[in-house]
């Protein structure tokens, strides 16, 4: 097994470990391509983490081992990190603040990954160069399916939510959380409080759907879409664009063309890999350019 292999990545020195690891054992996917793969979709990922406050999901013994949340920097983390000090309430351990690392640049990508950050996910706000919060900038609806409800129902319901949020001016792009469902990201300008306006809606759909529910509790879901508006809440964060997922295999949340969604007849033909999203790229772009402004 390869040890350690020190590499410069953009004047960054870094100690990349443990290579040969198999972070995907079913899929024969080691660590070396967990970095490889993040390293290459860097160029459209990037933008949609810069100057996001990072939480991470780490698999240090690959995806059948035990895995935690890391919101705090650890303590080893390089003084070249860009990290910001913010509030924590509600946090689970007691604290007050948390220092988060923002991930702007590809050494700081390159170091997560190195520490089996397999998944990345990031609030739908900023913060400033000073470190200080800003509005939110984006609003999410994480569409999740009760079984036997599946993605093909969740692409339906994204396509109501899509002429709902034209009716209201707003466009929305769609991806795969990477798992059994999808969110829809619009462009945000309107104010704080996207809570408000995305519980509203996810009530309207409710109330003009069957097939779709706005409340959490498990009861209310088997066969039904969730539309979970309480992820625009500022303390929760969301799978971000281009993120690995944790599975038997190196799945990707990955940015969807609308004739996709529209098109979709089978859970199947919604499941990209890393190799998969990487070709995507090469061939359309980061589809999630817009959010990006």
């Known amino acids: 097994m390869t040890d350690k292999v020190r590499v410069k990545v953009e004047g960054r020195l870094l100690v990349l470990t443990n290579l040969d690891k198999g972070l995907y054992p079913d899929a024969a996917f080691t660590k070396a391509e967990v970095i490889d793969y993040y390293t290459r979709i860097a160029p459209v990922l990037l933008p949609h983490l810069k100057g996001r406050p990072l939480t991470v999901k780490r698999y240090p013994d690959g995806v059948d081992g035990q895995f935690f949340f890391e919101k705090n920097v650890p303590g080893h983390t390089p003084d070249w990190v860009r990290t910001v000090t913010l509030p924590a ?87 795969t959380s990477g798992q059994k469902g999808m969110q829809l990201y619009v462009p945000w300008d309107r104010g704080p409080d996207t809570s408000g306006y995305a519980k509203a809606l996810a009530r309207r759909m409710q109330a003009e759907h069957p097939f779709v529910t706005s409340v959490m509790a498990k009861k209310e879901r088997p066969g039904k879409v969730f539309i979970d508006w309480s992820q625009n809440n500022p303390a929760k964060t969301t799978v971000a664009p281009y993120s690995l997922r944790a599975a038997g295999r190196p799945n990707v949340s990955t940015p969807l063309l609308w004739e996709e969604v529209e098109a979709c007849g089978s859970p199947g033909h919604l499941v990209f890999t890393a190799p998969d999203v990487l070709r995507r790229v090469a061939e359309h772009g980061d589809l999630f350019l817009p959010l990006t402004a």
């Open 89 to 175: 309430p509600g946090s689970t351990k007691n604290r007050e603040e948390i220092d988060f690392a923002v991930v702007d640049d590809l050494p700081t990508l390159v170091y997560y990954a190195n520490l089996a950050a397999l998944e990345i996910h990031v609030p739908m706000w900023r913060v400033a160069k000073d470190g200080e919060p800003q509005p939110p900038d984006t609003l999410v609806f994480d569409l999740d399916p009760g079984a036997p409800a599946t993605i093909v129902d969740c692409c339906r319901v994204a396509v109501l939510l899509r002429q709902a949020l034209a009716d209201d001016g707003l466009d929305s792009r769609p991806k």
